[in-house]
């Protein structure tokens, strides 16, 4: 079950084109990443769909509602900007229940986030005070301080240090296993692989969605291209690619080897191999620069 459908969303500001045909969905409950180089397009989507620009053609439906949708959109989603404008002056605690108020959340929903985020301790500090990570992990438990549907992360890790981005990291692994809807919009290649399940390349539009695998392969190079018709059913997903095969083995390594020499492959090497998103990441910014869609 789809809790986002996008199609066709397109904005211009001043006649430049900010992105445009951008097309996808994200299931229920799904991480799904977005991933594109600066000015690719990827916030003003995020903010299309989060109601706070209305798209110059196209049409999305997010948590059930049409955007723009208005107030109702925004008592459903989640989002975490760049700069989330808390007050220097103010304590954590009053940043949190100043924004709880503004969306009409419960208030002891302000307690159990700050518990939930480690920030208990630090709560009556003020936002001036805190550091890096602290600041952020209070602004994504200000996207959520209203029980949201669908949660969105404009790059949650930028401008963090190594110990920040990994309290930050860990927070939005939570909510992935709580299955939170989220969609994270960055331009971390690392993070995307830690924690989606499926990723939009976005430079202006929708370049292609890439299936994030977590699991080994298996890589056979052979001594000549070979039709593996016999091995199919040993496995759960197989590839070619020239001279070399890419499986997903349902049978054992050496059964599979052994049913490919029989039928006449000769084989030079096996090994593990990790089917990395930096490689297709690069391949698809290569045909994104070819096509002048992107620096």
Known sequence: MAAIEVEGLTKSFGGRVACRD?????????IFGLLGPNGAGKTTTLRMLAGLYAPDAG????????????????????????QPGFYDRLTARENLKYF????????????????????????????????RGMKQKLAIARALVHEP?????????????????????SVIAELSAEHATIILCTHHLDEVERLCSR?????????????????????????APFAPDGVRAMCKSLRSSGTSLFIEPLAQVPDIV????AAG??????????DPLEEAWLSLLADAREQGLTA
């Open 22 to 30: 951008v097309t996808f969905s994200v299931g229920k409950g799904e």
């Open 59 to 82: 049409t999305a439906v997010v948590a059930g509602i049409r955007i723009p949708g208005g107030p109702e959109l925004r008592r459903r989603v989640g989002l975490l900007t760049e």
């Open 100 to 131: 709880a108020d503004l969306e009409g959340s419960r208030r002891d929903r302000v307690q159990a986030l700050l518990d939930r985020f480690a920030l208990a301790e630090h709560a009556d500090r003020p936002f001036a005070e805190l550091s």
């Open 149 to 169: 549907e669908v949660i969105f992360l404009d790059e949650p890790t930028v401008g963090l240090d190594p110990e920040a981005t990994r309290e930050v990291r």
């Open 199 to 223: 990723a939009a390349f976005i430079a202006q539009r929708v370049v292609a969605v890439h299936e994030i695998r977590r699991e080994d392969l298996l890589r056979i190079d052979l001594a």
């Open 258 to 261: 052994a049913a490919l020499v």
């Open 265 to 274: 492959a000769r084989i030079e090497a096996v090994a593990p191999h990790r």
